[in-house]
T-cell receptor, first 114, second 116 residues
Framework: AQSVTQLDSQVPVFEEAPVELRCNYS??????LFWYVQYPNQGLQLLLK??????LVKGINGFEAEFNKSQTSFHLRKPSVHISDTAEYFC????????????FGKGTSLLVTP | KAGVTQTPRYLIKTRGQQVTLSCSPI?????VSWYQQTPGQGLQFLFE???????NKGNFPGRFSGRQFSNSRSEMNVSTLELGDSALYLC???????????????FGEGSRLTVL
């Protein structure tokens, strides 16, 4: 089964600074990759996804991620964060060959301070 | 367009009891997936239903079960509750399936279960 490792459990950053949240997945076969965000007391919302094609994927709220097959990574980036970006971020992988169930990483808590 | 609705939002049970959680997907979505979220284990896949059939199942004991009705609404049931079942249970719907061609799951706000 596919698995995902989010390398940082917490990332503190100042407002307007750039941020990168790291994600590595464990597969050498084709997979689908996702980033979801969870705000306090809410469900998860899709930020962006990689299914195929261009390795640079742009999502909502100014986020983007780059798929790197050789390094099996899918890091999430934003050039300038806002206070409102404070949330839990989850990387997920889906294996088209095993029913498309999403396997999530443990999450990275992004804390943006003034 | 209404989102995914989960009921109840909060509930407290005692060990040994059973619980039923309900999920109404977005209109037109035929796939419903369930996830358990805990601080220690994170998000874990329970099962997925598509057109009333369980299409995929995670690694949970048989105490966890689910079903889907003809209107795509889904319920999950946990019997003989244990303390470790305390968690946020999230339901997600999609048109064609979890992570499938559209690649997007729409999540509800969850049902927070506390087992005492």
């Amino acid at each position: 089964a596919q698995s995902v490792t989010q390398l940082d459990s917490q990332v503190p950053v100042f407002e307007e600074a750039p941020v990168e949240l790291r994600c590595n997945y464990s597969s050498s076969v084709s997979v689908y990759l996702f980033w979801y965000v969870q705000y306090p007391n809410q469900g998860l919302q899709l930020l962006l996804k990689y299914l195929s094609g261009s390795t640079l994927v742009k999502g909502i709220n100014g986020f983007e991620a780059e798929f790197n097959k050789s390094q099996t990574s899918f890091h999430l980036r934003k050039p300038s964060v806002h206070i409102s970006d404070t949330a839990e971020y989850f990387c997920a992988v889906s294996d088209p060959g095993s029913g498309y169930a999403l396997n999530f990483g443990k999450g990275t808590s992004l804390l943006v301070t003034p | 367009k209404a989102g995914v609705t989960q009921t109840p939002r909060y509930l407290i049970k005692t060990r040994g009891q059973q619980v039923t959680l309900s999920c109404s997907p977005i209109s037109g979505h035929r796939s419903v997936s369930w996830y358990q979220q805990t601080p220690g284990q994170g998000l874990q896949f329970l099962f997925e239903y598509f057109s009333e059939t369980q299409r995929n199942k995670g690694n949970f004991p048989g105490r966890f079960s689910g079903r889907q009705f003809s209107n795509s609404r889904s319920e999950m049931n946990v019997s003989t509750l244990e303390l470790g079942d305390s968690a946020l249970y999230l339901c997600a719907s999609s048109f064609s399936g979890a992570g499938g061609p559209t690649g997007e799951l729409f999540f509800g706000e969850g049902s927070r279960l506390t087992v005492l």
